[in-house]
Each structure stands twice: as structure tokens, then as C-alpha cells.
């Protein structure tokens, strides 16, 4: 029944942003830590952000941090990702994920995960 889904992706020129959403049902969303992870072609997933349930604590891996950011909208069980200064590099299939005991960057951690969003970046 939990049920989580991202939206926002799509074919974008280096420099430029996009804005993810995560929208979800069916858990307790304010009490979830929610994280964003992301596999780019050919490679394993990896961490991008993630977010407590508070919204008072973030952390980023070092090739996003300071372009990319995270927030959430408890009232709205909704999940962001701001990307700006997107690079090539970015490109990937975004993930949104939902942790119910806490929040971090390990994905086996995260116990429900959405059907992910393409974002391509051109040079």
C-alpha cells in the first residue's frame, strides 16, 4: 500500500536545473526519513541526499553538495530535489526512498523505493 513516486526528470542542457518531486502515500511520510539516490547508465546505484523526518538534518554526496538541494513538505507527504548547475555527469535514473527508523546514505537501510525518474544532462 505504500506507494511512492517521483516526477520532474527530463532531457535538460548542462547549467541548467530541474526540480524532482517525490510524492507519497500510505506510510507515515512526517515521521520518514526520505533519501534520493540515482543510477547512472551502466553503474550501481549510488546516494545522492537525503533528509530526517523533521526536515532539520541533511547531508549530500560531495559531487552534489552545493548544487543540489533537498526539502520536504510534511503537510503534503511530498519530497523535493533542487538540482542546479546540472552537469553531464548527473545523468541518471533519480530514486526516491523512504526510511521509517531513521535517514542516511546506505540504501539497503530505505524500505520502500519509487519507480524512478530519467534525467539526462547534454553537454
Known amino acids: 500500500q505504500v506507494r511512492l513516486e517521483e516526477s520532474g526528470g527530463g532531457l535538460v542542457q548542462a547549467g541548467n536545473s530541474l526540480r524532482l518531486s517525490c510524492v507519497t502515500s500510505?506510510?507515515?511520510?512526517?515521521?520518514?526519513?526520505m533519501g534520493w539516490f540515482r543510477q547512472p547508465p551502466g553503474k550501481e546505484r549510488e546516494f545522492v541526499a537525503t533528509?530526517?523526518?523533521?526536515?532539520?538534518?541533511?547531508y549530500y554526496t560531495d559531487t552534489v553538495r552545493g548544487r543540489f538541494t533537498i526539502s520536504r513538505d510534511n503537510a503534503k507527504n511530498t519530497a523535493y530535489l533542487q538540482m542546479n548547475s546540472l552537469k553531464p555527469e548527473d545523468t541518471a535514473v533519480y530514486y526516491c526512498?523512504?526510511?521509517?527508523?531513521?535517514?542516511?546514505?546506505?540504501?539497503?537501510?530505505?524500505?520502500?523505493w519509487g519507480q524512478g525518474t530519467q534525467v539526462t544532462v547534454s553537454s
Open positions: 526512498a523512504a526510511d521509517t527508523i531513521g535517514y542516511g546514505s546506505e540504501s539497503d537501510t530505505y524500505q520502500y
Open positions: 500510505g506510510l507515515p511520510f512526517s515521521r520518514a526519513g
Open positions: 533528509i530526517n523526518w523533521e526536515g532539520v538534518h541533511t
